[in-house]
């Protein structure tokens, strides 16, 4: 038994994981869940160590990511499509209850993206590590279209992505 602390989900058996852990973390008032999920049942202290200075870092990387994110849109990435989808489906009355008083512009759109999940993958054959998913609230209710930033474990981008 080989048990590792990791922030956000306390000790964990390095020796026989679990399939996905479960937590949630606080950004600006607003809980996200997050998510470890493991292919294998054992992880060496090297890959534990990544996780941990990942998670240890999570702040910093939603900061970095809402920089990509605007990146993307100005550089006519999927958050350009991600953003219209909104303006081309949604009626005049579903796209007041995102925006409220603010003008009817793709950029206002943006602000209104909303972190709700992050999933770690740090043992699987995905070339990321971690996937951050945001959305935005319709009348109240998350949508099920996902802006999805996917990311290497150092927090860097590995690519942006509309996903439902």
């Not at 852990?21 to 600006?28: E, I």
């Not at 043992?123 to 990321?128: L, Q």
């Amino acid at each position: 038994m080989k048990n590792f602390r990791l922030p956000y989900f306390g000790e964990i058996d390095l020796d026989m994981l679990q399939r996905c852990y479960r937590s949630t973390v606080d950004f600006n008032g607003i809980n996200v869940k997050l998510d470890i999920n493991f292919d294998k049942t054992i992880v060496d202290q090297s890959k534990a160590d990544e996780i941990k200075k990942f998670l240890e870092n999570i702040g910093r990387f939603y900061d970095l990511h809402r920089a990509f994110i605007v990146d993307d849109f100005e550089r006519d990435g999927e958050t350009v499509d991600y953003v219209n989808f909104y303006f081309d489906e949604l009626d005049e009355d579903e796209l007041f209850s995102i925006l409220g008083e603010a003008s009817m512009q793709e950029t206002e759109m943006l602000n209104k993206l909303e972190l709700i999940k992050i999933n770690l993958y740090p043992d699987h054959d995905a070339p990321f590590f971690a996937v951050f998913d945001y959305s935005i609230k319709i009348e109240g209710k998350y949508s099920n279209q996902l802006l999805v930033v996917k990311v290497n474990k150092d927090g860097s981008l590995n690519h942006i992505t509309w996903e439902s």
